[in-house]
């Protein structure tokens, strides 16, 4: 896969290139989702899950409070996990990723940096860098 | 029916919750063993000790529920326990040991919707008050950490039915709350700092855009538009206006200085966050705390016409809100709105209203079967 990148000019474009993102992310996959808070991690999630079929747009929200959503598509089953809070490997081991990751598992990790595990695991990683007030740089890093 | 006395339990998130409350009309007890102080130091609810505290909290709460309301396990009419949404593992510890409690008791077990115990909080509020006629359509906003939104609510016969006419499409409000908070170095629960906080700084200083969505629907989508009117809200976006405000205005300094003073005070009080705050950061949370409530109002209202409500609830942790509350109060009024709250023990998660929302269904024999277990993303479902 290499490296590519992909800039956006609006959320509505974010979601399009996750949907067409979504072609080159056949599960399963562990992908880390790097940025800062509203550099647009989950409105490139929004795009994904809808590239699936496992959600529409609009009912993608951010997992902050809940941690493990969970999109189930036709063929791929879309977790959108948000490490924002979890602050150890203890507590990371308790949540139990390594038992979400199945065969048409595709797991979209926010702030999965932070724990050099899931750096070693990771298929893919996502930056999302701010560039202006809506335009976006998305680097897109494979093994 | 004479008197029925349901026992609830709530384990949601961060508070483990039992009460008794007798007919869905009157709370005989309410305990909340909260998890603030565990959570604390990490800025939010962490998964595997909520789990833990749960599960050591779970019997002296119920104990002390029971002992409260002079009840005993034998003289409870049945159980009732929230059955999602929420942290999969914290439930899971109310779920397991109601099941145990039932089965041993050989009582009946109902399961509940937390959104729906934080619609019926509102009903319990104004029953325990004498009022028990309410107009209907209700319009509920269910407002708090993990959750923003609107219910047309309707009594159908004994059970109720509830249509989602709205929600965030990105952060829930009380995320945006916490999440500012700690940008700003204040700590957690950011909710009542920042309301407490708010009334110290110029709510007009800071100008934040409209909280419109972001992204159009698009028209070419697989699934055909709903008729009804929606009123979605998104709150991602002031979030990083705040964190803008903060990177343009070179506060990151005076942040991690005030983090630190925080971290090193045992229980810091309204006074030591006023010390802490230079003007610049109360403005900013005053004027953040205003956009965020006149959105939450002017949106809410906005659907209250569109459906021709009679009666508006406003409920969720975020309900406590003081301006919240006196925005609704005021501008409700203008429009002839009758707007019902919870009280504060009975906004915020408790098991009172779980046991609240319990009795229609028991009621109606609406009882779990054996087999059920957490749904960590329930929706409440339309009758």
Known sequence: MGTREVITHSPEETITFGRTLAETLAPPKLVLLRGELGAGKTTLVKGIAEGFHAAREEDVTSPTFTLVHEYRGPQVTVYHIDLYRVDTARELETLGLDDLLAHESLLLIEWGEKFPRLQLERDVEIALERMGESQRRILITGR | ?383
Request: proline share 4%; aromatic share 6%; charged share 25%.
């Open chain 2, 1 to 383: 029916m004479s008197s029925v006395h349901i026992l609830g339990i709530e384990s949601s998130c961060d508070e483990t919750g039992a009460a008794v409350v007798r007919s869905g009309e009157q709370v005989v007890s309410n305990v909340v063993f909260s998890q603030i102080a565990t959570h604390q130091p990490y800025g939010g609810v962490v998964p595997e000790l909520a789990s833990r505290e749960h599960l050591r909290a779970i019997v002296p709460v119920v104990r002390k529920a029971l002992a409260d309301a002079g009840q005993s396990y034998q003289s409870l009419d049945a159980l009732a326990v929230t059955q999602g949404p929420g942290l999969a593992g914290a439930l899971l510890v109310g779920i397991s040991y109601a099941k145990a409690l039932g089965f041993a008791l050989d009582k009946p077990l109902i399961a509940v919707n937390h959104l729906e115990g934080h619609i019926h909080a509102v009903l319990l509020e104004e029953r325990q008050k004498g009022h028990h006629e309410v107009g209907f359509p209700v319009l509920a906003l269910v407002v708090s950490g993990g959750h923003t939104h609107l219910y047309l609510a309707e009594q159908k016969g004994q059970g109720w039915s509830y249509q989602n006419v709205g929600h965030t499409r990105d952060d829930a409000a009380g995320e945006a709350f916490d999440k500012v908070a700690k940008l700003l170095g204040l700590g957690y629960p950011g909710g009542p700092i920042i309301d407490r906080l708010s009334t110290h700084g110029d709510s007009d200083k800071v100008k934040f855009p409209p909280l419109q969505i972001k992204h159009r629907d698009r028209k070419d989508r697989d699934q055909p538009q709903e008729e009804r009117p929606r009123f979605d809200f998104s709150y991602s976006g002031i979030k990083t206006a705040a964190l803008r405000y903060v990177e343009t205005h070179k506060m990151q300094e005076h942040i991690e200085a005030r983090r630190k003073a925080l971290a090193a005070i045992v229980r810091p009080k309204l006074e030591d966050h006023v010390r802490l705050c230079d003007r610049d950061t109360l403005d900013l949370v005053a004027s953040f705390q205003r956009a965020m409530v006149e959105d939450l109002v002017s949106k809410t209202l906005a659907a209250a016409r569109a459906y021709d409500v009679a009666t508006l609830f406003v409920t969720g942790g975020v309900a406590a809100n003081n301006e919240l509350r006196q925005r609704f109060e005021r501008d409700a009024a203008m429009e002839g709105l009758p707007v019902f709250f919870p009280s504060r023990s009975l906004s915020t998660d408790n098991a009172a209203m779980i046991a609240a929302a319990a009795y229609p269904k028991f009621l109606a024999g609406d009882f779990a079967p054996a087999d059920f277990s957490a749904e960590a993303g329930l929706a409440l479902k339309e009758a």
